[in-house]
């Protein structure tokens, strides 16, 4: 079992950028589909963004394309989320996940992963 802990999250402004981070204990990291998913209040937990093992291809949600990028440092064994442009609307649990064995293509949903953190919390004031 991958642990998975998630850290960076606190509250910010509105407009303004916040970096997480998801650091795994396994040394297999760099094998692993990796994705980011938030949880609202009362809402669905939603899909964010989505990395391959090797970071040569990302997917990112409609609601934070183009103010949102993704990325990992396998050699750190380490997953990061960084967000601009920060909105009421972004605030949620962010959790980090991990996809340990392959997929045709990028996962998605929160049913294609099989490992989670515990997620952390961001908090975008106006």
């Known amino acids: 079992q991958v642990q998975l802990v998630e850290s960076g999250g606190g509250l910010v402004q509105v407009g303004g950028s916040l970096r997480l981070s998801c650091a795994a204990s396994?040394?297999?990291?760099?094998?692993?589909?990796m994705g980011w998913f938030r949880q609202a209040p009362g809402k669905e937990r939603e899909f964010v963004a989505a990395?391959?093992?090797?970071?040569?291809?990302?997917v990112y949600a409609d609601s934070v394309k183009g103010r949102t990028t993704i990325s990992r440092d396998n050699a750190k064994n380490t997953l990061y989320l960084q967000m601009y442009s920060l909105k009421p609307e972004d605030t949620a649990v962010y959790y980090c996940?991990?996809?340990?064995?392959?997929?045709?293509?990028?996962?998605?949903?929160?049913?294609?992963?099989?490992?989670w953190g515990q997620g952390t919390q961001v908090t975008v004031s106006s």
């Open positions: 996940a991990a996809r340990t064995y392959r997929t045709l293509v990028v996962p998605t949903t929160t049913a294609a992963y099989n490992s």
């Open positions: 396994e040394r297999t990291f760099s094998s692993y589909y």
């Open positions: 990395i391959t093992w090797n970071g040569g291809t990302t």
